[in-house]
Every structure is written in C-alpha cells, then in structure tokens.
C-alpha cells in the first residue's frame, strides 16, 4: 500500500481561485499540517489569513487540495479531500482535514470516505459544532447519509468548488438517527456514566472508548495504533442509522494515523489494540480483515471489558 506522504508534492505550489502559495509557503504549510496531525488551529487559520490576504473561507476552500495529498487510494488512484470548518469548547473555529483511504486486496466497503476522514478528525479532537465542510468532489450518497447522523446536519454547509449545497438539497426524504427512535447524534451523543470494569487499561485509551457514538450496537469501542517515534494514534467507533456507513474504530484510527503523513507499516507501527464492551463485541472481524491487507505488522490485540 501506498503511504501517505507528500514526497512527489515537495517541488509544487497550491494555487487555485481561492488562494495563491509559492512552492516554499505550499512546503511550510503540508509539514506543519503533518506535525498537527491534519488539523489547523484559530490562531494558525487568522495568521495565514492575513499572511495570504484572504477571508476565512476562501482559506478553507482554497486549502482542499492540500487535503487531497493525504489521501491514501491504491484501488480507484482517485484522490479526494475535505475541510471541517468547525467550533471548539472554546467557540473557535478549527479548521480539520480529512481524506479517503483505501485498502488493497480489501473488501472495497472497508474504505474510508474524505468527509468521513474530515468530520472523524473533527469528532475525536473535541469539535463542539459543524458549521462548513469543503469537499474537492461531490458527495457521494454513502456520504451523504454518513452525514445525516450529525448534530447539525440540517445547519452546516457542503462546499464544493462551484456549487454550496444544505445536506437536505442533496438528501432529500431522508432516513435518519430518529427514524430507529434515537433522539441523540454524533455530536450530540447520549450521557455516558459508564466505566470498564478493568482498571488495566489505559485512562486515555478508554476514553476513546466511552466517547464512542454507538447508539445501536452498545459497543463502546476504539482502536490504539502505537508507534516508534510518533507518539499514539486513536480511533472511536461511529455508527449510522443506515448501519453501512459506521466509522470502525480501526478505519477511524487508520484515518488519523494517515493524516500524520505517515506509512502503516513494520518500521512506523509498535502495536494495535482494539478495546471493545464486553457482551456486544463486532469490531474484531472487520479489524482483522483491514490488518490483513498489510505484511509484517505486530497482531492485533483484543481486550473485550464490561462496563460497570
């Protein structure tokens, strides 16, 4: 598998019809993304605004190429990005990139879309509010249901490079979060007073867990990729209403790992743990097909705990 990195990029510049960056701006601009792990802070977006003389969202849009490169497609070599513009704690906007990343040999359902990749970033970084998502290429309708289970999904704009849309002119008649009678979303989840009964397993690691959005299968679940040299890299499970576009948390874990621009193999990956809730475990089959599609890398570790 192709990795995500931007060795064939460092000699190009960004320049489109929302901003213009020299081949040094361009090269300053995907290694601090990288060091960020795909995602750009108020005070980087208001300096770069005034650097480039641009609004904030000329910003977002002319950005999404740069979103783009962190795409990993080895079966369709199709390479689509997204931005999240979304609000922090803080009421800050943040701007989070996502793109699509695709298994070889791999079932191709395995996939994760860009606007999954953007919206996942944005979701276990501690976004509060969605208000834009900039897209290099039109959603396709699994995303556009992936999409529905949002918060604000009747709020927050599509941007494309020609057109803005609202989800409901590209969904209409939608089926949804409160057609299974649940009244919460991903971005509004339901309380969670829970805690694993195991207290072996790290603070951090579950936590990803119980923040899961898992309103239909009770499985508050998350994956823990380790490296050498780059710290630790989680995924939480995000599920749907439609079911098929449910973020595993390994994809999701996968997907912040590539925004890193980093290579998902021997040299790069200490270890993968997969915690998952006791009684209502699914993940570990999809897991495993995803890791078989990669040689030489440490098993994968299961730890099923109850919640108590």
Not at 129 to 157: H, T, V, W
Not at 165 to 182: I, R, V, Y
Request: charged share 15%; proline share 4%.
């Amino acid at each position: 598998m192709a990795s995500a990195t931007f060795t064939v990029q460092e000699d190009t510049a960004l320049t489109n019809s929302h901003i213009t960056l020299n081949v040094a701006q361009t090269a300053s601009l995907r290694s601090q993304l990288k060091s960020q792990r795909g995602i750009l802070n108020a005070n980087n977006i208001e300096q770069l605004c005034k650097e480039f003389n641009v609004s904030v969202d000329s910003l977002l849009q002319g950005l999404v190429p740069l979103a783009s490169e962190f795409s990993v497609a080895p079966v369709s070599h199709f390479h689509v990005g997204a931005i999240v513009k979304a609000l922090d704690d803080q009421q800050q906007v943040n701007f989070y990139f996502g793109a699509n990343v695709e298994f070889d040999h791999q079932a191709l359902s395995l996939v994760v879309h860009a606007e999954q990749s953007a919206i996942n970033n944005a979701w276990l970084n501690g976004a509060k509010k969605i208000l834009k998502i900039a897209i290099s290429d039109a959603p396709c309708g699994y995303c556009r249901q992936f999409m529905n289970e949002l918060a604000d999904a009747k709020e927050f704009d599509i941007l494309l490079p020609s057109q803005h849309f609202k989800l409901a002119e590209l969904l209409p008649h939608s089926f949804g979060p409160t057609d299974l009678g649940n009244e919460f979303s991903l971005f509004n989840p339901k309380p969670q007073f829970a805690v694993f009964d195991d207290e072996q397993i790290e603070e951090t690691f579950a936590g990803f867990a119980l923040n899961a959005y898992v309103p239909y299968s009770q499985n508050f679940s998350a994956v823990k990729v380790s490296t050498f040299d780059n710290g630790d890299f989680y995924g939480s499970y995000a599920e749907n209403a439609a079911y098929s576009p449910s973020l595993s948390p390994l994809q999701s874990a996968l997907s912040q790992f590539f925004l890193a621009g980093l290579s998902f193999d021997k040299e790069t990956v200490k270890g993968i743990t997969l915690l998952e809730t006791k009684g209502h475990e699914n993940q570990a089959g999809v897991s495993k097909a995803v890791l078989s599609g990669f040689t030489d890398l440490p098993e994968l570790k299961i730890i099923s705990a109850a919640l108590k």
